[in-house]
């Protein structure tokens, strides 16, 4: 059955931490994407999402707001993916690094705002989003999953493309911004 | 088609689900309109990133790695552990596959300061001895029904025979047996399976199910005692240890861990699963060796203590039979899973505890299935067959458990006359917040 974040956390926090399993599930791909897309290195992207979960369960009686838990996640991420790459320029001679650097760099995309903007959708949107996106189901298949219908799942879509289509575009404002400010 | 038409049917376009006469309507309509077509190529682009983002990701699997990380390293003092619950319950272990052997002919209690850092010293040594398993098997011997709940503590009971093999490389699997109930893991979905008619199928492969934890926990040998190790140090669990000479001729270190519930007396839970019991743990150590022997476990009960479990057999890294996380089900079986919503749902969200209590009952007399099913989950021939044609004498108020169900007192008098009090356990299912049967019949 599927239920909400909050309701898994919760009942993680009561002693299921079985259902830790079923966040994993619920996460593991949007969260390897982000971390695919900031550290560019699938091998690497993939330890550090293994070290977040972990991270997560360890500290999920610190998460104040348990619907939160993708954006409190993907935070987490974030953190484990500087530290990673730090530990990487510790670990390696000074040339290897920038060489790292370099190529971490080049291959990395500029795609990860995209999970963080679907952290922030709505609970019911985003599950819709991973679910068809992520998970690959059809819309019938998402409909069935979560005992809608199939129009509700296309309405919900819509309305998803809508707040992610503002979210990325004021980001993308945002970073103009910046890089206006930061020209001399 | 005018513009608000043709956008509302962006996403049903692009994910091809207009009928074709929409469709052609729609597209006639972008061919027309630059702000349409602007606008639907916008919507396209998201929906063919996404699509990428998903692709990218389509063969990671965490699940498994990132539960079995999480099993070993969730022991800091604050987190709440098999061990920390055992010593708070006040159980009695001694492992060891040498427990027979544990005919004690000469024993010195020490409970002073040092001996108490002795017995932390003893714990840690266990803990390395038994590092980086790669499979367990447990055999024990637990007070309980032999189909009720794997964490059920059942003083008045005979012992039943308990076990559990687990493989924790190179992919997490499990199984736990009574007698009248399996758990089975195999590394894809995890099985309930109570006898004779009675499934239950996760699809997710948990790294433990169905009121299992605490036997995993203990199977995590070496994080256990860790765990243990830290939860003395921070909470002040009292300890005791003691020299004593076994039947072998050996010399043995046995440390008995004090642990309360946290639940009060009157709690109806108190001291019927091993997570709300107040017990004591004890621990028998070879010590030359190092190995962990022995466990048992003590209920503490208002008559006095009573050995509610003790672990006969710890089989380190044991080869385990394939075949062992296999298991076929009687053609019988009728299997549980999701609760569905039902098109007049909102009726049982309405109910009160005592009110489905009554309708469940009520469904049963009339032999209803349909209607007694809307609280099974599954409802098994068997309950059937137990249940069909019963009269209610009464229903009681309920009150509340601390693991979130309602009880409901209830007195029914069965189709062969056998008249029977108890107690019903409802609680909401989470996805349809329907009342379901959770245990007391």
Not at chain 2, 56 to 69: H, I, K
Request: glycine share 6%.
């Amino acid at each position: 059955m599927d239920l909400t974040d909050k309701e898994y956390v919760e009942r993680c926090r009561d002693g299921h931490q079985e259902d830790f399993s079923l966040l994993v599930d619920r996460y593991q791909k949007p969260l390897f994407s982000y971390l695919a897309a900031r550290v560019g290195n699938f091998a690497q992207a993939e330890e550090a999402a293994q070290e977040s979960f972990v991270r997560a369960f360890l500290s999920l009686k610190k998460l104040r707001k348990p619907e939160s838990f993708y954006s409190w996640l993907l935070g987490i991420a974030g953190r484990v993916a500087q530290e990673q790459f730090r530990s990487d320029l510790r670990r390696r001679q000074i040339h290897e690094a920038a060489e790292t650097m370099m190529t971490s760099a080049a291959d990395a995309d500029e795609e990860y705002p995209l999970e963080e903007a679907i952290a922030v959708l709505p609970e019911n949107h985003r599950q819709v989003i991973l679910l068809r996106y992520y998970e690959g189901l059809s819309c019938q298949e998402v409909a069935t999953r979560l005992a809608m219908p199939l129009g509700t799942v296309t309405k919900t879509l819509s309305r998803a493309f809508l707040l992610l289509r503002q979210d990325l575009q004021a980001r993308e404002r945002a970073e103009q911004t910046v890089n206006l400010n930061e020209q001399p | 088609m005018n513009c608000a038409e043709c956008r509302d049917n962006f996403i049903a376009c692009a994910e091809g689900l207009l009928e074709r006469q929409d469709e052609l309507q729609c597209q006639a309509h972008l061919e027309t309109c630059a702000q349409c077509r602007a606008e639907y190529e916008a919507v396209a682009s998201l929906q063919r990133r996404l699509i990428a983002r998903g692709q990218a990701a389509a063969g990671v699997s965490l699940v498994q790695t990132v539960m079995r990380r999480v099993q070993r390293e969730q022991f800091t003092p604050e987190r709440e552990t098999i061990m920390s619950k055992l010593f708070r319950n006040r159980w009695g272990w001694g492992l060891g596959t040498a427990a027979g052997a544990a005919a004690i002919v000469a024993v010195i209690l020490l409970t002073t300061p040092k001996a108490q850092a002795r017995a932390l010293e003893i714990m840690s040594k266990g803990a390395q001895a038994v590092a980086k398993l790669t499979s367990i098997h447990l055999r024990g011997q637990l007070r309980s029904a032999p189909q009720d709940n794997f964490s059920a503590i059942m003083p008045e009971c005979d012992f039943v025979s308990i076990e559990l093999w687990k493989q924790f490389e190179p992919a997490l699997k499990w199984r736990v047996d009574k007698p009248g109930r399996t758990a089975v893991m195999d590394g894809q979905s995890t099985l309930l399976f109570i006898k004779p008619d009675f499934g239950y199928k996760v699809p997710q492969a948990s790294p433990s199910a169905f009121d299992t934890q605490w036997l995993h926990e203990i199977a995590n040998l070496s994080q256990t005692l860790e765990s243990e190790i830290n939860a003395i140090k921070a909470r002040g669990w009292p300890v005791t240890l003691a020299d004593e000479q076994g039947a072998d001729g050996k010399s043995k270190s046995v440390i008995s861990v004090e642990a309360k519930s946290g639940l009060g007396a009157g709690d109806y839970l108190h001291n019927k699963f091993f997570s709300t019991a107040d017990t004591r743990h004890e621990y028998v150590f070879d010590n030359q060796s190092e190995l962990l022997e022995s466990v048992k476990v003590y209920l503490h009960a208002a008559s006095g203590d009573q050995l509610v479990f003790k672990l006969d057999e710890i089989d380190c890294n044991p080869a385990i039979d394939p075949a062992v996380f296999q298991l076929q089900l009687p053609a019988n079986v009728s299997m549980g899973g999701p609760m569905q919503v039902l098109p007049d749902n909102q009726k049982y969200v309405a109910m009160t505890s005592e009110q489905a209590a009554r309708a469940l009952f009520d469904a049963c007399g009339r032999e209803d299935w349909t209607e007694a099913a809307k609280f099974f989950n599954p409802l098994p021939d068997s309950m059937k067959q137990y249940l069909g044609g019963l009269q209610v004498v009464s229903i009681g108020t309920h009150f509340s458990a601390s693991n979130g169900a309602e009880l409901v007192p209830y007195e029914i008098k069965l189709k062969n006359g056998q008249v029977k009090k108890f107690t019903l356990s409802l609680k909401r299912d989470r996805s349809t917040s329907r009342w379901f049967f959770d245990g007391g019949i």
